[in-house]
C-alpha cells in the first residue's frame, strides 16, 4: 500500500469503486458482528472495532483539509485490530486446524510481514525531503492540485523555473488562487524578473487570503521586488503594514534594512537588521542575518 500525501475521495462514488466496495464489505461485517455477539462476544467486539476504526479511514467520515485527506493517519488502528482478530480466531481454533492449513497461515503471514517490509523500505526515501515527496505525489496522482502545487513550489526553490513556472500557469488557467500567483511571483523573483514578479504578487491580492500572514507575505514580497527594482515610494507603507499584521516578522525588518540602506540611512539600517536577528526562526538565518550586517558595516 503506497501513502500518498494527498488523498482526495471524488464524488460521486460509483458502485464499482473501491470505496464502495468496501463499504459493502463493513456493512456485512456488522452483520456478521451482531449475528455473533452473543455467541462469540471477543469476535463480535473487535469487528465491531474495525468497522468503527475503517469509517475515517474509507472517508464515510470526512477528514479533509483542502482536499489533503488526512484519512492515512488512521489506518494503523483497523490494521492492529485485524491482526487482534486473527490471532484471536487463530488461537480459539488452532486445535482444529490441520498441520497443512496451519502452514498455509504461517507462510501467507510471513509473505504480507515480507512484502510490507520491503514496501516500507521502498516507501520511506520517497519522504526524504520536499521535492522526493511531492515528485512522487505528483506523479502517482498527476490529477491533484496540491500535488502539482507543492512540486512546483519545491522546483521553484532550488531554481528549476523552467519546469515549476508552467506547471503553475497550468494551474492558474484551471483554478486561480492567491497562493498560485505568489508562487508564481517567487519563482520570476528566481529568475530576476521583478516586474512580472510585481505583477503576479498584485494579482495575488485580488484573491480570497487563507489568513493574515498571508497578506503580510504578500506585502513584504511587493516591498521586495520593488526594493529590487529600485522603487521606493511605497515600501514604507507596504512593511508597516505587514508589521501591523505580524510585528515579529523578520522578513519585513530584513527588507527594512535593506531599504534603509539603499537610501543611505545606516543608523537606521543597523536597527532593522538587529530586529531582524533578534527575531529570526533559525539558527541559520540569523547567520545570514550577522553576514549581511558585517557586510554593511564594510561597505559602509
Known amino acids: 500500500l503506497n501513502i500518498s500525501p494527498t488523498h482526495y475521495q471524488k464524488f460521486p462514488v460509483s458502485m464499482s469503486d473501491i470505496t464502495s466496495l468496501l463499504t459493502l464489505f ?30 475515517p479511514v474509507l472517508h464515510i467520515i470526512p477528514l479533509s483539509i483542502r482536499e489533503n485527506i488526512i484519512h492515512e493517519r488512521f489506518v494503523l488502528f483497523p490494521v492492529a485490530i485485524t491482526i487482534l482478530l486473527s490471532l484471536n480466531l487463530f488461537c480459539q481454533n488452532k486445535y482444529q486446524l490441520t498441520n497443512i492449513f496451519k502452514k498455509t497461515i504461517f507462510f501467507l503471514f510471513s509473505l504480507l510481514l515480507v512484502t510490507n517490509i520491503a514496501n516500507t523500505l521502498l516507501t520511506i526515501p520517497l519522504w526524504k525531503n520536499n521535492l522526493t515527496l511531492w515528485t512522487w505525489a505528483s506523479t502517482i496522482d498527476p490529477e491533484s492540485r496540491i500535488a502539482r502545487m507543492n512540486y512546483a513550489i519545491e522546483l521553484c526553490n532550488i531554481g528549476n523555473t523552467k519546469i515549476s513556472l508552467p506547471i503553475v500557469d497550468t494551474l492558474i488557467k484551471e483554478q486561480a488562487s492567491s497562493k498560485l500567483f505568489i508562487t508564481k511571483g517567487g519563482c520570476l523573483a528566481n529568475e530576476e524578473k521583478f516586474s512580472d514578479s510585481e505583477v503576479a504578487y498584485l494579482q495575488a491580492l485580488e484573491y480570497k487570503l487563507d489568513s493574515g500572514e ?23 507603507y507596504l512593511l508597516d503594514k505587514s508589521l501591523m499584521i505580524s510585528p515579529r516578522n523578520h522578513k519585513a525588518f530584513f527588507q527594512y534594512h535593506n531599504y534603509y540602506f539603499t537610501k543611505g540611512n545606516f543608523k537606521r539600517a543597523k536597527e ?29
Open 214 to 236: 498571508d497578506y503580510a507575505r504578500i506585502l513584504i514580497a511587493l516591498a521586495t521586488v520593488q526594493l529590487k527594482q529600485n522603487k521606493l515610494k511605497d515600501i514604507e
Open 272 to 300: 532593522k537588521i538587529d530586529l531582524a536577528i533578534k527575531f529570526s526562526a533559525s539558527k541559520e538565518q540569523k547567520n545570514y542575518y550577522l553576514d549581511i550586517k558585517s557586510k554593511a558595516i564594510i561597505e559602509k
Open 26 to 55: 463493513i456493512l456485512l461485517l456488522v452483520v456478521v458482528s451482531h449475528l455473533t455477539l452473543y455467541k462469540t462476544r471477543k469476535v463480535s467486539y473487535l469487528l465491531t472495532a474495525i468497522l468503527a476504526s475503517l469509517f
